[in-house]
């Protein structure tokens, strides 16, 4: 599964094409179909982006976590599949963001590629600032703790 870290800002064109960090493109580079996946992000003014594969691993844990027509399963997939856009890159890495995911982020001339692990969102530069600035406060006021796991060998 990719890995995806760091942050990265690049420019939008007026068509709304964007350059997926090359990083992120190599991480993804033994998923078919080649590019990304993304859909709003229902948690923040931002784009949430993964390979295919995370996706698929998304599929299987709502089904496995909800019951099947659950009010919760039917807004997760309300809120993440059917707005998901797989969007391929062309010749220079880049892809076009469909508007409405555009506006959603408030994303208009840069954005911003925020590496996340597993997966990774798409902000615009300023909001990201006030975002990592709020996480920062709040982690330093609630010291979280994360107890590493061993990966499972297969």
């Known amino acids: 599964m990719a890995l995806f870290v760091s942050t990265f800002v690049n420019k939008v064109d007026r068509k709304g094409r964007v350059s997926v960090p090359a990083p992120f493109r190599a991480a993804l580079s033994n998923q078919m179909p080649q590019g990304i ?34 009010p919760e399963q039917d807004d997760l997939n309300t809120l993440i599949f059917s707005s998901s856009h797989q969007l391929a890159w062309d010749p220079e890495g880049r892809v076009m963001l469909p508007e409405e995911i555009l506006a959603h982020a408030n994303i208009t001339e840069q954005a911003a590629f925020v590496g ?13 600032k006030s975002h990592t600035e709020e996480a920062r406060k709040r982690a330093l006021q609630n ?3 994360i107890a590493l796991r061993t990966p499972e060998v297969k």
């Open 37 to 70: 996946v993304v859909f709003p992000s229902f948690t923040a003014a931002a784009i949430e982006g993964c390979g295919n594969d995370f996706l698929e691993q998304l599929a299987t844990s709502t089904t496995a976590a909800f019951d099947l027509f659950s």
């Open 116 to 128: 996340k692990g597993r997966t990774f969102q798409i902000w615009e530069p300023q909001a990201l």
């Open 143 to 145: 010291r979280p703790q």
